[in-house]
């Protein structure tokens, strides 16, 4: 018997891009007075939670160890209209969260206070970020505590907070959608409008060289 393979459907995919979008931990390093920025697309009025720690290069020991207190990491962030919705100094160790009122793409910037913290002069920092968005970011142990949820009772909370992530991801896709169908729209009528430019400006030359023409036959006495 022949085995049959099935093709994910794109509402699986959809959702497994979904979910484990939501969770991005990552690390990366930077220097004195250097900056590095992250962009998330995000949809509207969704809350995000970024977790983050420190540690700084010791040379001695030819790796990296937890940073000193002294060290504090600047956190800005952007929404897709360039305005800043978060701008705070954090320590070395900390959690930043904000909640978008505008889809579209974010701009999570950090950098550090290097420059007056003596001992870090010259050296490199690694930063270890986890972005947690939409229901990944709650915790639900404690709201569970907090609220005395049953297990069932949490496990619907947790599935209906789930759908509710799905739906503005969903409206978000949309809103994306019909930005790129204005632009695609736009973008059409420029050009429809440039090629009857050209026309009239090709029409235009063809009758002056005629008219040039006729007038240089006639002054040659040729017509």
């Given amino acids: 018997m022949a085995a049959v393979r099935m093709k994910p459907s794109a509402v699986s995919l ?34 995000i939670i970024g977790n983050y720690r420190t540690q700084l290069y010791d040379r001695q020991k030819e790796e990296y160890l937890p940073a000193t207190q002294g060290l504090g990491m600047f956190v800005e962030v952007k929404d897709p209209d360039d305005k800043v919705i ?10 930043f ?11 999570i910037c950090l950098h550090s206070n290097s420059s007056k913290f003596a001992l870090f002069a010259g050296g490199m920092l690694r930063v270890h970020l986890d972005i947690q968005v939409g ?3 709650n915790n639900y142990a404690e709201i569970a505590a907090k609220d005395k949820l049953t297990e069932l009772q949490l496990r619907v909370r947790q599935l209906v907070e789930q759908v509710d992530q799905v739906q ?3 409206n ?5 959608e019909e930005r790129f ?9 420029r050009v429809l409008w440039w090629s009857i430019v050209q026309t009239l400006i090709l029409v235009a030359i063809g009758i002056w060289q005629m008219r040039h023409l006729k007038s240089f036959f006639e002054a040659k006495k040729l017509v």
């Avoid at 990552?26 to 969704?46: A, Q, R, S, V, W």
């Avoid at 169908?181 to 009528?189: A, D, I, K, L, V």
């Fill in 97 to 107: 969260t904000f909640t978008s009122h505008t889809p579209g793409e974010h701009q």
């Fill in 168 to 170: 503005k991801e969903q």
């Fill in 135 to 137: 229901e990944h970011a």
């Fill in 181 to 189: 169908r204005q632009t695609s729209e736009s973008t059409n009528q």
């Fill in 14 to 47: 959809l959702l497994l891009n979904l979910f484990y979008g939501f969770v991005s931990p990552l690390y990366f390093h930077i220097g004195e007075t250097e900056k590095k920025c992250f962009i998330e697309e995000i949809p509207d009025e969704t809350m």
């Fill in 172 to 176: 978000y896709q949309r809103y994306r």
């Fill in 86 to 95: 978060l701008s705070r100094q954090y320590g070395s160790e900390g959690r």
